[in-house]
Structure formats: C-alpha cells, structure tokens
C-alpha cells in the first residue's frame, strides 16, 4: 500500500530541512526512518523534540513537469512528519 | 605532513595523489587560519580539548577513505547475504565489517541493469564522510547540487557516466539525518575475481553514483 | 508559495547552473583541525551540526562564493562557541592579535 503525502507549502524564515523546489509536491512514502531530534530546534541551541522522518519518493514529472528529463526517474528526499500532510 | 611526497611529484605543484596543494604552513597567514588557531588554542587552554585529541581526531579521518567504501560494496558483490543486510541496514552491515562509522545512518542503495542511483545534498553538503572519507571538491558546488535533482543525466553525461536508455535514475536528496552510499553493480567479467580484488574495481564517484566500477 | 518569505541562497536544489568544475585539492593542515574542531567540539555537545548549518546560512550568499569551505566552517564554530559561552568575543579577539603577532605566515603562527 503506497501512501500518498504532499510536502507543505509553508515558507517560514530560518534553518529549515525541508528544500524549497519540494513544497508543495506529492510524493509517496518510501520508508519511515525513526525519529530524530528535530533540526529546527537543534539549529538554535534548544532542546529538541523527537519527530518521525520518513523517506518521500516523488516522480520527476511531479517535480519538474514538461521539464524532466525522463518522468519516471525519481528522487527520494527525507523529510520530517511535520512538514508532511496527507493528500 | 605536506612535505614528506616525493620529491619529483611535490615539484609539479602537486601532491602523491595528484592534486594541488592548498595553502599551508609557507603562505601568508590568512585571517581564517589566525581564528583556526585561536579557536583552537582558547578550547585547549580552556580544557575543553587536548592537542592529543585534535591529532587522533585527525589520523581518524585520514585513515578514512572510499576504500573502507570499496570493500563493502565488494562483500555485497560476493555475498547475497550480506548485501541484503546492508540494504535494509546499511550502519549495522558496516558494523559487521568493523568499520567505526560512528553515528552515521547509512542507507545504501543499489544499481541494477535497470536503476542507477545518484546521490546529493542540496542544502549543504552531506556525505558518508564516516565510511568514505572527505567528500570530494565538486560534491559540495553550487552547480553539482543545484542541477543533479533536476538534471541527472545530463550531469551524468558530463561525468562520463552513459545510461541504457530503458534505465530509471533514482535520485537521493540527503536533506536530513540519513547519509547514503551506491552499490554499483558488479562488472561483467568480474565472475572470477576475489573479493579483494573486486573492491579494487570500486571508485569513490561509483560510490557516489557519479561514476560506475572500473572494468576488469 | 504566498507567504512572502523568500527562497533562502543555500536551497538551492534544481536552480540553473553551469558545468560542475572538477578540480579537487588536498586538504592542509589547518583545513583538517577545522575538521577536528568541528567533531570534536559536536561530540561534546557544545554544539550540533544543525547549529553550524544554521551559522552558515546566516552567513549569506556572499560568504559561500567569496570564502572556501574550511573558511566558512570556522567562522561558523567560533560563532556557535561563543553562543555556547565558551570564551568570550574579547577572549577571541585577545588570542587573535597574540596569534597575528607571533609571525607572518601559519607555521610562525603556531604557539610550539
């Protein structure tokens, strides 16, 4: 069962780990990783909070449309729960 | 440590490993290279760190290199078993191997006949830096992680690397906590060959999904 | 994207760029206790890697073009040193005019 999620699009200033040219894109889940200290607490000296990171396929025609050099290619990024929502 | 080469190589203005030297202990001193001292020197007298340390921590990252890499991938070509550990674990395959890859998540991924992977990092330059040593120069440009998630094969192209056409390339972006490593897929030819002299086929840019396995 | 918030300079994933330069350099001493520092100071917790990142994304744009790599990283520790409360920016800059005066070139520089 693939599960289906799109990267938010929310843009906030500061450290972020979640690339701009993703936002916005749906991809699917490829695996769940664990849970990691959240960067965007870590980046400020903070105590982090663990959150869940999973392993986001997305076709190149998701991303780059007409563009893509092929549309089946792929590119698999891993991004926090919290910068995912359910399509 | 830049002056034990050989004497006819350290003429050429380059090192025993072909590359230029950077500026070092007989150039002018740099604003960055007095900060490097200060810091250092502030951390140690502050009993933070220990100049012991600083040179162990050193040798450890030298003693890293893609032949640590080279030797993983050579298992995984010899020993379906292992492999499939290491794809579905790539830190505790490395374990295995008693490599001291310290807190690095690896993932590896392989290339068949019909997938060539790729690996990137677009936010800054994460490698596997653990297994592999320093990255090389151009992994951490501006060109090479702007245009490999959105230019693959052409950038492939540049780096020599022609794919089947039926091929389907996998980009890896590693924007968080996982770093990851190719295995490229075995030679053909290769059938014969020990596991050492497989991993002498495997190159860092195969590694890194910029370059396949030399041919034997 | 409508918040108004600006794609940051280090995002740069899938902008148009030119040909990937290929040449490679051998690290020098100095870049490799950098490196050491780096490490060394992260295991002990005075810092994380994301605090370094931070600190070189602040850095801008500017820095990354102008500056090497080993450059930036140790204006980056010494950033999240001293936010760590490590030494004093007068400790720095004290140590900084003492390494300067020693000689002119990084192996005068050394205190040995």
Known sequence: ?87 | ?216 | MNTGIERRWHDMGGLDSGPVPMEEHDFAIWEKRVDALMILCGGKGLFTVDGLRRALEDMGEEAFEKHTYYERWIAAINQNLIEAGVYSIEELGEKMEAVSRRGDTYGEAQND
């Open chain 1, 1 to 87: 069962m693939t599960e289906q999620v799109r990267v938010r699009s929310m843009a906030p200033p500061g450290h972020v780990r979640a690339p701009w040219y993703l936002r916005g894109k749906t991809g699917v889940i490829e695996r769940r990783l664990g849970e990691y200290p959240n960067p965007e607490q870590l980046a400020y000296g903070l105590q982090a909070e663990r959150k869940t990171l999973y392993r986001v396929r997305f076709t190149m025609r998701e991303l780059w449309g007409e563009r893509a050099e092929n549309q089946d290619d792929t590119l698999d990024a891993e991004i926090y729960h919290h910068w995912l929502e359910r399509k």
């Open chain 2, 1 to 216: 440590m830049s002056h034990d080469h050989p004497e006819q190589i350290h003429h050429m203005g380059l090192s025993s490993s072909g590359h230029p030297f950077r500026n070092d202990n007989d150039f002018p001193l740099t604003c960055w290279q007095s900060m490097e001292i200060a810091v250092r020197e502030l951390l140690i007298e502050k009993g933070v760190l220990t100049s012991d340390e600083i040179s162990r921590q050193i040798d450890a990252m030298d003693a890293r290199s893609p032949a640590n890499g080279a030797r993983v991938v050579a298992r995984a070509w010899v020993d379906e078993s292992f492999k499939t550990r290491l794809l579905a674990n790539g830190t505790d395959a490395c374990g295995e191997m008693e490599f001291d890859i310290g807190p690095l998540n690896l993932i590896a991924v392989e290339n068949t006949g019909d997938v060539h992977n790729l690996i990137v990092c677009t936010l800054c330059s994460c490698y596997p830096r653990n297994l592999l040593g320093f990255p090389p120069d151009w992994y951490k440009t501006r060109a090479y992680r702007s245009r490999a998630v959105v230019e693959p094969r052409k950038l492939l192209r540049e780096f020599g690397v022609e794919l089947p056409k039926n091929a389907t390339v996998r980009v890896h972006d590693s924007t968080a906590d996982m770093r990851y490593i190719v295995i490229p897929a075995r030679p053909v030819g290769s059938e014969l060959m020990t596991e050492q002299e497989l991993a002498r086929l495997v190159t860092r840019d195969s590694m890194i999904g910029t370059g396949l396995p030399l041919e034997p």
